[in-house]
């Protein structure tokens, strides 16, 4: 069941998200942010009531909690810390009301202790038990996966959770592994703890509440927040009807993170820094992901793991619905990760390539990879008569979206009405080099285009099945 956490600072703004958390099963008032709560005021937030409701107030406040059961509302949240003693007698006084006792470690998660704790918890007989603790590494969540299969074991109720920008991915599958609710923020900026997914996500693109023990596919990186993936690969699923779910694991240890999540998982997108490091964990890799040097893309198969690049298709596909690539010069700013990829592709389909990059040397390693020209960023303006001009920098995406690899006065000696520009850059989809190419007559290819091709063939290598 989903929880929507109200964390409004006064009385008033508490009434207004209530009213506005439709997308609640249940929703829990944090009497500890109200800055004006009372009891009176207590009464009047458990009566207007729209939604079940739980309490919790992390000052400790028994009166409050106290006058909650007098209300009969229906959870209370109790710390662990409150005292055994006095959560035994909280709990002998409870009527109707049903008693979460909760633990919280906001700096790291420590199996052992939690394990203790639950130990502890168990012993008062709550009607569920919850451990909250905070993922300083991608494994942690793993600690709680574990137990709330140790829960379900035992028969006990369990909310479990790991917070924090690496424990995310055990706000969207602890409900799916056998966890009472998940607790959500009613918006982005309305958290009420490090990194709660609002409930608007939860549900309409994970899909948390429709899915049991799904296949788990997602993208490992670091950083991963700007990766529109999750929901590309989650609306197709679920206009599928398919039992899977797509999260992004936020890694810094990329063969401790395969290690822990090799049986769990079934697919991968692979994105920055790991798509050259992540081939040496891999069971098969495909001839082109291996002449390239990359991997985008990780399918299990009968418990291998089997690796492949999808960016090249992706990229050189938008480009040939443009342009027939063969003998044509192609000139690639860039020579990063998708630049590797995208240069592979021009060389096999016969373009006639130059790679220039901000750091000289690496265009070079990669120049002399592909046996084609190289050159510096400083020196664009030598080139002229482009047929396809390629931005494979991150140059022109957001928040940045003024800024162009190329200025408009320069990109009109470089191509003509008859090139075509494709910017790698899918955020946003109409960068400035494209504006600009567009208003000089070129044709122009979005990141975007590149990005959705892309996801496409790894869609049909994780599912079998077509997006
Ligand atoms: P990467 O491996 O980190 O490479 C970044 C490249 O950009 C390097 O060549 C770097 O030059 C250059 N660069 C960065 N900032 C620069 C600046 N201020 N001035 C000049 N050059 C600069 O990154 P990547 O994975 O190749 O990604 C590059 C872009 O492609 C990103 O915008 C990413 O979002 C996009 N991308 C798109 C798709 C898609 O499907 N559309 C897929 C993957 C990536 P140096 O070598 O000198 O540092």
Redesign the pocket.
Known sequence: MIVISITAPTMKEALLDIKQAKNADLIELRLDLIKDITLSGLEKLIKNKRKRIIVTDRRKRLKLIRKAIELKVDYIDLDIMVGEETIREIISEKNNTKVIVSFHDYRKTDKRGINRRYAQIKKLKPDVIKIAAFARDINDNNVIFDLIKKAGIENKKIIALCMGKKGQVSRILSVMYGAEFIFCSLREGKEAAPGQITAETLKNIYRVCDLKEPKIFGLVGNPVKHSKGFIVHNKAFGKMNMRNVYVNFLVEDLAGFIRAYKGMISGLSVT?PFKREVIKYLDKVDPIAEEIGAVNTIVKRAGKLIGYNT?VK?AIDAIKEKINIRNKKVLII??????RAIAFGIKKEKGKLVII???VK?AEVLAKELNCEYGG?DKINEYTGIDVLIN????G?FPDVNKTPVKKTLLRKIVCRESVVFD???NPSMTKLLKDAASLGCSVIS?EK??IN?AGHQFKLFTGRRM
């Open positions: 920055i960016d992706g860039g020579a990063g990760g998708v630049v990059n901000r750091t690496k960023l494979g920098t991150s140059i995406m790698s850059v899918y990141g590149m990005f892309q």
